[in-house]
């Protein structure tokens, strides 16, 4: 399981040295029994779900923001445009898929702002 957690951060994180060895060693061991394995996939597994249940609910109206990683931008911003009149995207730049790991204080910062 070591090595699946190693190669997603590997992949996933724009700069790897954000995450230390006792990091990845708390994801190994969380990762380590078929369950944990299970819970983490069944998320997943309920997108067709979501997407479908999606459909019946009104416009969000309060102000929404989404906080994505360089890469996520435009398909983001396409799909909850759509599903909010108040919607402000934030790029969190020098991050990946981890931006809680990569840019703790930035989106600490965002959050707060947001929600004063």
């Known amino acids: ?3 699946y ?3 997603i951060f590997n992949y996933l994180l724009n700069d790897p040295t954000k995450i230390d060895s ?3 060693a708390v994801y190994g061991n969380a990762y380590s029994n078929p369950d944990a394995i299970r819970a983490g996939h069944e998320w997943y597994k309920a997108f067709p779900r979501d997407i479908n249940d999606a459909k019946m609910y ?3 109206e309060m102000p929404v923001m989404g906080l994505g990683a360089e890469f996520v931008g435009y398909r983001f911003l396409q799909v909850v445009e ?3 009149t108040n919607f402000r995207l934030v790029k969190i730049e020098n991050s990946g898929h981890f931006i809680q790991i990569e840019q703790p204080d930035v989106v600490a910062r965002f959050l707060i702002d947001f929600f004063k």
Do not use: E, F, V
């Open 1 to 3: 399981m070591r090595l």
């Open 58 to 60: 009104k416009k969000l």
């Open 5 to 7: 957690i190693n190669w």
């Open 82 to 84: 759509r599903k909010a």
């Open 22 to 24: 006792r990091d990845l």
